[in-house]
Nanobody, 124 residues
Framework: QVQLVESGGGLVQAGASLRLSCVTSERTSGNYVVAWFRQAPGKERDFVAAIRWSGGSTYYADSVKGRFTISRDNAKNTVYLQMNSLKPEDTAVYYC?????????????????WGQGTQVTVSS
């Protein structure tokens, strides 16, 4: 059972930056994919970015390409989401998810493990 704990959310103004962290309870090496999703009130949970722990390949939603960067720190069992040039439409609860798989998938239903979420609010 993999446990995920997110942190780093907050209230910022448009154009600011935030870095979210997702600490995993065990070494998510090998064929793990760790992803970030977000969910705004009244909307579905949307894919943001994902990283394959082995090899470090990444994948981003079009809406965040060029602004967000996902990365991992093997020694700290942590995945980060660096968010720059934040927009009000980025406001949501951000969730970290993990799954044992080879290929990255943007579909939330494919991930078995989820964190509790961290709120990101961007004011205009």
């Amino acid at each position: 059972q993999v446990q995920l704990v997110e942190s780093g959310g907050g209230l910022v103004q448009a154009g600011a930056s935030l870095r979210l962290s997702c600490v995993t309870s065990e070494r998510t090496s090998g064929n793990y994919v760790v992803a970030w999703f977000r969910q705004a009130p009244g909307k579905e949970r949307d894919f943001v970015a994902a990283i394959r722990w082995s090899g470090g390949s990444t994948y981003y939603a079009d809406s965040v390409k060029g602004r967000f960067t996902i990365s991992r720190d093997n020694a700290k069992n942590t995945v980060y989401l660096q968010m720059n040039s934040l927009k009000p439409e980025d406001t949501a609860v951000y969730y970290c998810a993990a799954d044992i798989r080879v290929a990255i998938t943007p579909h939330a239903r494919e991930y078995d493990y989820w964190g509790q979420g961290t709120q990101v609010t961007v004011s205009s």
